[in-house]
């Protein structure tokens, strides 16, 4: 069962970036992104449920999507209209159920770097 994010890099304030992470090992279906920026907690960022509406921090509503191509076991968050505030770490993360809360998921990808400059 591994999780493999990737899609990370330096973006200006304003731009856009997608992230992918690819599964193996198994079909996930309740997929989330959390994100982790220097000296600060781990914090949701999105999640999709197999059966239901996803749910987005209040932060990235309206600029960041979550999808899915499930032929390709591939989970996306599309990020639009970057700040600098969105500079962190990125992580994919699958489980049971989806949650904002990260001790909900079992497996986590290993993170992507998302720098974004004023």
């Known amino acids: 069962v591994q999780l493999q994010a990737s899609g990370g890099g330096l973006v200006q304030a304003g731009g856009s970036l997608r992230l992918s992470c690819t599964t193996s090992?198994?079909?996930?279906?309740?997929m989330a992104w959390f994100r982790q920026a220097p000296a600060k907690e781990r914090e949701f960022v999105a999640a999709?449920?197999?059966?239901?509406?996803?749910d987005y921090a209040e932060s990235v509503k309206g600029r960041f999507t979550i999808s899915r191509d499930n032929a390709r076991n591939t989970v996306y968050l599309q990020m639009n209209s970057l700040k600098p505030e969105d500079t962190a770490v990125y992580y994919c993360?699958?489980?049971?159920?989806?949650?904002?809360?990260?001790?909900?998921?079992?497996?986590w990808g290993q993170g992507t770097l998302v720098t974004v400059s004023s």
């Open positions: 993360a699958t489980g049971p159920h989806t949650s904002r809360s990260g001790g909900e998921y079992d497996f």
């Open positions: 090992g198994h079909t996930f279906v309740n």
């Open positions: 999709m449920p197999w059966n239901g509406r996803s």
